[in-house]
């Protein structure tokens, strides 16, 4: 451990911004950060340094199996606070990122266990993103989006695929949370959009933007 706030938060950009293949794009990561290219590149070489990343010129970035890990404690610290935040402090599910944007950088190992601990060791964030383990292990569980279930289908809001207050907000406002058991009624050719049940609400219409942010469990899917 040992790393600067700067560097945990390069860590965890390249954590969240990498694909299927694992490799991060150099101007991906200066786009994301809001950081200059030379500036990126000087700190990708010192995380190098570090066995962090694989940093080869002109070649896409890798985290290293040790800087997999260290971005999974900083994310595993940013979730457990997300979720200390909403269950025991009673805030918003749309109110926590930014604070746990900075808790999460506290250097207190037994601070977090206690944490942990106070939440009976939870598996998911109040957004239903898995929470890594304690040395850092993340579980990817991967859920179909609402938008590819069918007509008839029922299932359970297991996540989410944006988690900015914006949408949460939305997602307030319809009474959408995780748990819910949403029956989908019909679905509009033209834009994807979608008549679904839930709760109390007996029709109500969701965009096919929203439709593809909302990750379930139990879909048939199409
Ligand atoms: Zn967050």
Same mark, same amino acid.
Request: glycine letters at 6%; a positive charge.
């Given at each position: ?5 700067? &560097? ?10 990498? /694909? ?43 985290? =290293? &199996?040790?800087?997999?890990? &260290? ?15 909403? =269950? ?28 942990? &601990? ?10 239903? *993103? ?5 040395? /850092? ?9 609402? *938008? ?34 949403? =029956? ?36 048939? =899917?199409?």
């Amino acid at each position: 451990m040992n790393n600067s706030l700067a &560097e945990e938060n390069y860590l965890k950009a390249l954590f969240h911004l990498r /694909g299927k293949s694992g490799e991060v794009n150099v101007n991906d990561l200066s786009k994301n950060l809001n950081i200059k290219m030379p500036t990126v590149t000087s700190m990708m070489k010192k995380l190098a340094e570090k066995k962090l990343v694989y940093y080869e010129k002109y070649k896409p970035l890798r985290l =290293t &199996e040790k800087g997999k890990k &260290e971005a999974g404690l900083i994310i595993r610290k940013h979730r457990l606070t997300e979720m200390f935040l909403v =269950t025991k402090m009673q805030f918003g599910w749309e109110e926590v990122h930014d604070i746990a944007e900075q808790i999460e950088h506290i250097q207190s190992p037994i601070f977090f266990e206690k944490m942990d &601990e106070l939440l009976g060791h939870p598996t998911i964030d109040p957004h239903g *993103s898995p929470i890594p383990d304690s040395i /850092g292990n993340i579980a990817t569980k991967s859920y179909p989006k609402l *938008s590819n279930c069918k007509v008839g289908g029922k299932v359970k809001l297991a996540a989410l695929l944006n988690t900015n207050s914006e949408f949460l907000k939305f997602l307030n406002s319809r009474e959408l949370k995780l748990g819910l058991k949403i =029956t989908i009624k019909s679905i509009e050719p033209f834009d994807g959009s979608m008549e679904v049940s839930y709760g109390k609400r007996d029709s109500e219409v969701l965009s096919k933007i929203v439709c593809e942010r909302l990750l379930v469990d139990g879909a048939p =899917t199409a």
